[in-house]
């Protein structure tokens, strides 16, 4: 398993041991992660689009789920949703 990144977030949640490969920056260097990358993001795009629907304040389909000076005041507003990453919040 090729990982984008410094950091082995993959092996702690595993039912079973795979080698994890770490590589900052491997969606610039290897051509499957960098077409996973692409399609990871269209997937989580049309995700924050079906979620704006039920949750307008936060303005996900123009943002994304990005801090954007408008998604903070929803946040600093509205509260979370059980779609914000909670880890990202500072």
């Not at 092996?11 to 260097?29: H, I, N, Q, Y």
């Not at 924050?48 to 903070?72: L, T």
Request: contains cysteine.
């Amino acid at each position: 398993m090729l990982l984008d990144g410094t950091h082995d977030w993959l092996s702690p949640v595993l039912a079973r041991p795979l080698r994890v490969e770490l590589r900052a920056g491997a969606d610039r260097d290897c051509v499957s992660v960098a077409a996973a990358s692409v399609l990871a993001k269209v997937s989580r795009d049309r995700l924050m689009i079906f979620a704006s629907e039920e949750y307008p304040a936060y303005d996900w389909q123009s943002n994304k789920g990005y801090g954007s000076a408008r998604h903070r005041a929803a946040i600093d507003r509205v509260g979370l949703t059980v779609h914000h990453r909670r880890t990202w919040i500072h």
